[in-house]
């Protein structure tokens, strides 16, 4: 019988055949067989429709659940693998990098300016060539005034972003990475197996020869970026 739970390690991500007439395409959802109780993943679309309809396949669960984490480890995780997957993402961070300084430069450059305006008006002011109540010199200086705040917050944002390294891409961060998330993977009992999983692994095609796994570089990216003290996922912060 099928069981109703999003607790197992592949849920929603399984699929019966890899679009080679190996399969229907359709989800593979958890069921149990035999006199023991072992679980499967079966095809949802030969189970509730019949044969005729899929010939289906019943794998299982933690045949393929070991599989799917060991090639995950092997084939995307050693440092050397990462580092060949995100290179495109490792020279964007230091572009990133060369850019937030150039603007950080500019808004500096900007609020300097802002400083030298507003003193300006304020000196006009002083001398009396112009009143204090002018309606225009009123507006002039809160315009001033709303430019800089805004221009403060653009710096302050800049300026903690490039204060801290670990928010770039480099070797280590990728070593601790791999090292971290390969480990808690391997781990059966740790509730965080699924959710690294969850964050790596975006679909799993099951065939009669080959199992396809496929998943997104943005999110080995991000979550590279994340490695502690940035821990992913959040239930690790």
Same mark, same amino acid.
């Given at each position: ?8 390690? /592949?849920?929603?991500?399984? %699929? ?14 958890? =069921? ?40 995950? +480890? $092997?084939?995307? @995780?050693?440092?050397? $693998? !990462?580092?060949? /997957? &995100?290179?495109?993402? !490792?020279?964007?961070? =230091? @572009? ?17 300016? &802002? ?6 008006? +304020?000196?006009?002011? *002083?001398?009396? &060539? ?7 010199? %009123?507006?002039? @200086?809160?315009?001033?005034? =709303?430019?800089? $705040? =805004? ?16 928010? #770039? +891409? ?5 070593? %601790?990475?791999?090292?971290?998330? #390969?480990?808690?993977? $391997?781990? *059966?009992? #740790?509730? @965080? ?8 692994? #975006? ?24 490695? %502690? ?9």
């Amino acid at each position: 019988a099928a069981e109703r739970t999003n607790k197992n390690l /592949l849920t929603k991500k399984v %699929k019966c055949g890899t679009g080679a007439a190996d399969g229907c395409g359709g989800g593979m959802t958890t =069921a149990t067989g035999g006199t023991g109780g072992h679980r499967y993943y079966a095809c949802h679309t030969s189970t509730k429709g019949g044969k005729s309809i899929c010939r289906g396949r019943w794998t299982p669960m933690d045949k393929l659940d070991d599989l799917v984490v060991e090639s995950v +480890i $092997r084939k995307v @995780l050693a440092p050397e $693998r !990462l580092s060949k /997957l &995100l290179e495109a993402w !490792l020279d964007r961070s =230091a @572009l990133g990098e060369a850019a937030d300084r150039k603007d950080l430069k500019g808004l500096r450059a900007r609020q300097t300016k &802002l400083d030298a305006e507003s003193a300006a008006v +304020i000196k006009l002011v *002083r001398n009396e &060539l112009v009143s204090p109540d002018d309606a225009q010199i %009123k507006k002039e @200086l809160g315009q001033i005034s =709303a430019q800089k $705040r =805004a221009i403060a917050v653009d710096i302050e944002i800049l300026e903690r972003k490039l204060a801290d390294p670990a928010k #770039s +891409i480099n070797p280590d961060i990728l070593k %601790k990475f791999s090292d971290l998330i #390969s480990s808690t993977m $391997r781990d *059966r009992s #740790s509730p @965080l197996r699924r959710e690294y999983v969850d964050l790596l692994v #975006s679909r799993v095609e099951v065939g009669n020869s080959v199992v396809r796994i496929m998943g997104s570089r943005t999110a080995l990216s991000r979550a590279a970026c994340g490695t %502690k003290p940035h821990a992913v996922p959040k239930t690790e912060r």
